[in-house]
Structure formats: structure tokens, C-alpha cells
């Protein structure tokens, strides 16, 4: 399973550990994720969702149908 928030299609970001040295090494700065059910009363269904805590946020804020939307929109979700 790949690690994608469902709702904003953030992803593993590539970065550098620095040392005290200096010295550089390569590593991935990961999305916090989170399975999570919803309920969409319009369809009256439970749907689980992997998704970032932010994603989270703004789902409390504007409600999971309006989410769906726009991420359907933008093409982060395909139905």
C-alpha cells in the first residue's frame, strides 16, 4: 500500500539527515497517516479512507461530501 493521503495526494518527501559534520545522507520525510472511517449521509454509506491529519482538519471544517468533491475534482480520488 502505497503511502498517498486519499484527499490531498500528499506523498513521501525526499530529504537529507545533516550531522554535526555536516556530512549528508538521504531520507524520506513521510505524510502522517491515518485510516479513518466517514460517513457520507447522501449515499448512506460508511467509506474508509487513508488520510492525512490536515486532510482530517479540513474534513471536521467543510464536511466529508464537500472533501469528496473538490478531490474528485482536482483527480485525487477517482469514483
Not at 486532510?55 to 472533501?67: L, M, P
Request: include cysteine.
Amino acid at each position: 500500500m502505497a503511502r498517498v493521503c486519499d484527499i490531498t495526494g500528499k506523498r513521501p518527501r525526499v530529504g537529507n539527515n545533516v550531522s554535526h559534520a555536516n556530512n549528508k545522507t538521504k531520507r524520506k520525510f513521510y505524510p502522517n497517516l491515518q485510516k479513518k472511517r466517514f460517513y457520507i449521509p447522501e449515499e448512506d454509506a460508511w467509506v474508509t479512507l487513508k488520510v492525512s491529519t490536515s486532510a482530517i482538519r479540513t474534513i471536521n471544517k467543510n464536511g466529508i461530501s464537500a472533501v469528496l468533491k473538490k478531490a474528485v475534482e482536482q483527480g485525487h480520488i477517482l469514483f
